[in-house]
Nanobody, 129 residues
Framework: EVQLVESGGGLVQAGGSLRLSCTASGLPFDDYAVGWFRQAPGKEREGVSCIIRSDGSTYYADSVKGRFTISTNNAKNTVYLQMNSLKPEDTAVYYC??????????????????????WGQGTQVTVSS
C-alpha cells in the first residue's frame, strides 16, 4: 500500500518558519517527482513546489520563490519543504504528492495536479498576522 504522510504543520506568526516533511512508503520513491500543493479556505488547490528526485531539479511557484526551499533525504524516503518568511496568505492545508508524470516535463508543468498519482492527507499551516 502506498502512503504519503505529511508532518510539520502548525501555527506560526508572520515572518516565522516551518519545515514540512513528506515521508513515503510502498513505492520506489527515487523514481518519482514529489510536489507540494496547498489549499486555502474557499480557494482551489494550487501547486507550490516540486522536486525531481532522480536529478534534484526543483521548481517553485512565483508566490513562494525565494522563501520556500524543497529538498530530499533519499535515505529516509522523505521530502521537505522549508518555509521561511511566512505570510498570512500562506495559510492553507499543505499536501504532498508523488507521481512519475512530472518527470517528463519541466517548468510550470511540474505542478499540474493530474500528473500526480499519490497524495497525502495534508497538514494544516496557519500563519497569524
Amino acid at each position: 500500500e502506498v502512503q504519503l504522510v505529511e508532518s510539520g504543520g502548525g501555527l506560526v506568526q508572520a515572518g516565522g518558519s516551518l519545515r514540512l516533511s513528506c515521508t513515503a512508503s510502498g513505492l520506489p520513491f527515487d523514481d518519482y517527482a514529489v510536489g507540494w500543493f496547498r489549499q486555502a479556505p474557499g480557494k482551489e488547490r494550487e501547486g507550490v513546489s516540486c522536486i525531481i528526485r532522480s536529478d534534484g531539479s526543483t521548481y517553485y511557484a512565483d508566490s513562494v520563490k525565494g522563501r520556500f526551499t524543497i529538498s530530499t533525504n533519499n535515505a529516509k524516503n522523505t521530502v521537505y519543504l522549508q518555509m521561511n518568511s511566512l505570510k498570512p496568505e500562506d495559510t492553507a492545508v499543505y499536501y504532498c504528492a508523488a507521481g512519475m508524470g512530472p518527470t517528463y516535463y519541466s517548468g510550470s508543468y511540474l505542478l499540474i495536479e493530474s500528473l500526480y498519482d499519490f497524495w497525502g492527507q495534508g497538514t494544516q499551516v496557519t500563519v497569524s498576522s
